[in-house]
């Protein structure tokens, strides 16, 4: 009986493990809605990407879109696309369902967090790596973005791993942990190459270790070598994959100098996404207060580190960080080891620095109430986003796709007209064009059509210039025409 108890994990473990199975219960509600609630031009073409691996011979090194015309649909210069050929493989076993590449998601989303704490504990104490794995779990964008059809969540995995096992093996060597820190580093690196940035906490490690004889450690050397040469190797591969059909994502391209120079990029970046959405105001507070509290504290520097190659990160794909509110999720997993910090020392500062009489009660209120809020803004932004209401907005994109798919033939090529992403197309599970509504004219249209484009359709119609509807519906037959959406046969 003893030894079963000494096998047992302690009570701080045991609330980690709940705080996880608890996260991933959450993510499990509405599983199977249309992939659309979040970045749905994003979802849609990742999982169009998954659909192709399953329909045309699982090749992972020739990842597939919808929205490449008439073409084969052969896309250059993305990630090496592991999460959607994962989601492939369950389609073979369980069929095409989308909950799947939810599910792998949200069990990703329990590995990064499972390591996130993990790796906290190693500089932290037990209450701070608790309040920061429940800052992390519940966080609305983490929730959002980890259980959608997207590689988003499969990054932070192995991102939080890869520096989780390199602490490790820093300290203890051993093969089977380098074996493990270089696994989860190339995989890393591939998945989402701006997590190369995460070689500066490495670096910071290696100094503190080794000093500056860490150039001499040829075990180092290995592992950059065995991390970043199938690195160079796919994105090599995959910007010769732009020559077979011209259809890039340009994820290998910088942003231009120019826009460091323009205010507004510091404001989205900085306040509207990463303050405002990703650490929800209070959080970001905390997150102040966590950076001010740790300053000297040499414990923290892994943490500082991993924080500071997120920035860098952001600068260097300036524009694509504007565009995309995605782009910014990284930072809330060190965001949430400091704010973890300053949430359960903010007391603890208080009495050090001797704060009395009126001064003690005014902050120990705003603490309290920083504190108790964090719970009803989280509960607050992930339930509004999936009102009822808030979603049927995406409903007729469904809707529309189902109806097309039903009555047009299989080579039949769609122009899709939406925001600009697949999102028609792969619901009408068709080939073919996306174009933005604002930018729709009879000319692209026209150009389309003499491409072989054989249908229309649109679910905004309201955005559409109305002489362009009416062109088409005065010249061509129309299929179906509803308030929510429009199917015109070219």
């Not at 090749?59 to 210069?77: R, W």
């Not at 997120?310 to 910014?328: D, E, N, Q, R």
């Not at 999102?423 to 996306?434: K, Q, V």
Request: charged share 15%; glycine share 6%.
């Amino acid at each position: 009986m003893t030894n079963i108890l000494n096998t047992m994990p302690d009570k701080n473990v045991r609330y980690a493990i709940l705080i996880i199975i608890s996260g991933f219960i959450a993510r499990l509600i509405n599983v199977a809605d249309p992939i659309l609630e979040v970045a749905g031009w994003r979802q849609c073409a990742t999982a169009s990407i998954a659909r192709n691996f399953y329909y045309n011979g699982m090749n992972i090194f020739y990842p597939q879109v919808l929205n490449g015309g008439a073409t084969e649909g052969y896309i250059g210069e993305t990630e090496f696309h592991l999460y959607p050929f994962t989601v492939a493989l369950l389609y073979k076993f369980f069929g095409i369902h989308e909950y799947l590449g939810r599910l792998v998601s949200i069990l990703a989303f329990c590995g990064g967090a499972f390591f996130l704490y993990k790796l906290s504990r190693k500089y932290v104490d037990k209450t701070t790596s608790l309040i920061a794995l429940l800052f992390y779990t519940f966080n609305p964008y983490v929730f959002f973005y980890s259980r959608s059809f997207q590689p988003e969540s499969t990054m932070l995995f192995f991102s939080i791993a890869m520096l989780y096992f390199f602490s490790e093996w820093i300290g203890k060597e051993g093969w089977g942990r380098f074996a493990l820190m270089t696994l989860c580093a190339t995989l890393a690196f591939l998945v989402k190459l701006p997590t190369i940035c995460l070689g500066l906490p490495l670096l910071y490690l290696c100094l503190r270790r080794y000093k500056y004889n860490f150039v001499i450690q040829w075990r180092l050397w290995l592992f950059v070598c065995l991390s970043i040469i199938p690195t160079f190797l796919w994105y090599k591969h995959s910007h010769y994959l732009v020559s077979i059909n011209n259809l890039t994502w340009s994820n290998l391209q910088l942003s231009s100098y120019s826009i460091y120079l323009d205010s507004s990029f510091y404001k989205k970046v900085f306040y509207t996404e990463i303050f405002q959405r990703d650490l929800i105001y209070v959080g970001g507070a905390f997150l102040v207060l966590g950076i001010i509290f740790t300053f000297k504290k040499k414990e923290f520097g892994y943490i500082r580190y991993w924080l500071f190659a997120i920035v860098i990160f952001f600068f260097l794909g300036a524009k694509k960080t504007m565009i995309h509110t995605y782009y910014t999720l990284p930072v809330i997993a060190p965001a949430s080891i400091l704010i973890g910090f300053a949430i359960s020392n903010s007391i603890k500062m208080i009495q050090a620095y001797k704060i009395t009489g009126m001064n003690k009660v005014i902050l120990l209120a705003l603490y309290l109430l920083m504190v108790v809020s964090l719970p009803f803004i989280s509960y607050h932004k992930i339930t509004g986003r999936y009102k009822a209401k808030r979603l049927a907005k995406d409903y007729p994109i469904y809707e529309a796709g189902k109806v097309v798919d039903e009555i047009t033939s299989k080579n039949d090529l769609i122009i899709g007209s939406l925001w600009g992403g697949p999102e028609i197309l792969y619901y009408s599970n068709r080939r073919g064009w996306s174009i933005g509504a604002y930018a729709c004219s009879t000319g692209t249209i026209e150009n389309y059509r003499q491409k072989g484009a054989d249908y229309f359709v649109t679910t905004a119609q309201d955005d559409i210039d109305s002489s362009v509807l009416d062109y088409l519906k005065n010249k061509y037959e129309t299929i179906k025409s509803t308030s929510e959406y429009l199917i015109i046969k070219l």
